[in-house]
């Protein structure tokens, strides 16, 4: 072999030792290659929802939005009302039942007392919960000294009593007293009918 | 009244149950009493009976102007009365049926003569027959009489509209002079006779 050769061999070994240097330009082209190629869907439906975006709604769009939330919130506001209002109301009249609200039958019951000098005269009782302002049970004068009212009281046993000008307790004359030494003062007693 | 003013109605029922109030006795009632006659509101309530005759045994109480003490006690005898009431008349005792007993038990039946009536009445109600009694000695018929004559006429199936009747005719009797006790044995007799069963004894 020449002197020639070998020196040749050398300067082509040395040439293949030096580092490739590959263009930029080449590299982005390659990946941009790459990036075009079809993508597999679960890859695509990833990057979609995965990259922010800017999204435009126009007035009217936001406007059907928002109205549609505010109808299914109503309709949602509304049927939790009916089902608490529902619940509610066995529960409360469970509870609070009274006698009159148990026994919806009441009959009209006509109270007289004669009392020629008062002022103001009231039917309290077990029906009327002891309320002396009671509207209903306000006996009218009729002439005479006879006071008289006419008002609804359930059916069946009950204690009552007048309450003259608003701190006299007198037991009705024409009823049997009930024996109820609890408070002192005397009450009478009726038994209202079903007249069914 | 709309959907949403009944719902809060309604839920305001609802809590003020919960907590075992009304409204009436917080206005009439003072403070004290007011916490002792809830207790035994809410005791009762818990034990099942009827609520409202206590609570309108303490608006009694107030309407009087007895003393807080007084009203507490008043409304302690009556739901121990009630649940006297409860034993002898059965666990289905209705409240109505309750109210009626232990207002007789106050009269001076006892919870034995309450038993006698449930077991002569069978399945029918005993509210109006122990009105009656209730009136009856109201009306100076010895306790014994009224409570055998009852029980006289429940066995003999009398009704409720005849009771209601037969407790018309006592008192215009006794209003035009009779004697209570015989009043209301002959009437009694009248009844039991007209059902076709044996004539009541003034007493068993």
Excluded: C
Excluded at chain 1, 52 to 68: D, H, Q
Excluded at chain 2, 112 to 139: F, N, Q, W, Y
């Amino acid at each position: 072999m020449r002197d020639d050769d070998i020196v040749n061999f050398d300067e082509i070994a040395r040439e293949l030792r030096k580092p490739v240097r590959v263009n930029r330009s080449f590299n982005e082209r390659v990946m941009d290659s790459v990036l075009r190629l079809p993508r597999h869907a679960r890859a695509r439906l990833w990057k979609r929802l995965t990259t922010p975006r800017t999204v435009t709604i126009t007035p009217l769009v936001w406007g059907l939005a928002a109205a549609s939330l505010l109808l299914f919130a109503s309709l949602g506001v509304i049927h939790a009302k009916e089902d608490l209002h529902r619940a509610a109301q066995p529960i409360a009249k469970a509870l609070f039942a009274t006698p009159v609200a148990a026994t919806s039958r009441a009959q009209s019951v006509q109270f007289v007392l004669v009392a020629p000098d008062a002022k103001k005269v009231a039917v309290v009782g077990d029906f009327n919960g002891w309320d002396a302002s009671h509207v209903a049970y306000q006996a009218q004068q009729r002439g005479g000294g006879v006071w008289s009212v006419t008002a609804p009281v359930p059916v069946g046993h009950h204690r009552y009593s007048f309450v003259v000008d608003d701190s006299l307790w007198v037991a009705d004359p024409t009823a049997p007293r009930v024996i109820d030494t609890d408070y002192g003062l005397p009450n009478s007693a009726i038994v209202v009918e079903d007249d069914k | 009244m709309s959907a949403g003013l009944r719902t809060l109605v309604a839920l305001a029922l609802v809590a003020r149950a919960a907590s075992g109030q009304d409204p009436r006795l917080a206005q009439r009632l003072d403070k004290p009493t007011y916490v002792a006659v809830n207790a035994i509101v809410d005791s009762a309530r818990v034990a099942k009976l009827p609520t409202a005759p206590l609570v309108d045994k303490a608006l009694e109480g107030a309407a009087k102007g007895s003393d807080g003490q007084k009203i507490v006690s008043a409304v302690h005898l009556l739901s121990v009365r009630m649940a006297a009431s409860r034993r002898a008349l059965g666990s289905n005792a209705t409240g109505d049926e309750i109210k009626a007993a232990a207002t007789a038990l106050g009269a001076g039946l006892s919870a034995r003569d309450l038993a006698r009536i449930r077991t002569a009445s069978g399945k029918r109600p005993v509210a109006m027959p122990l009105a009656v009694a209730i009136d009856l000695i109201g009306r100076d018929v010895p306790v014994a009489t009224a409570t055998s004559l009852v029980i006289q006429l429940e066995r003999s199936g009398v009704k409720d509209a005849d009771f209601a009747l037969f407790q018309r005719n006592v008192r215009a009797d006794i209003d035009r002079g009779a004697d209570p006790t015989v009043a209301a044995t002959t009437r009694a007799r009248g009844l039991v006779l007209r059902s076709g069963s044996a004539a009541p004894k003034p007493s068993e």
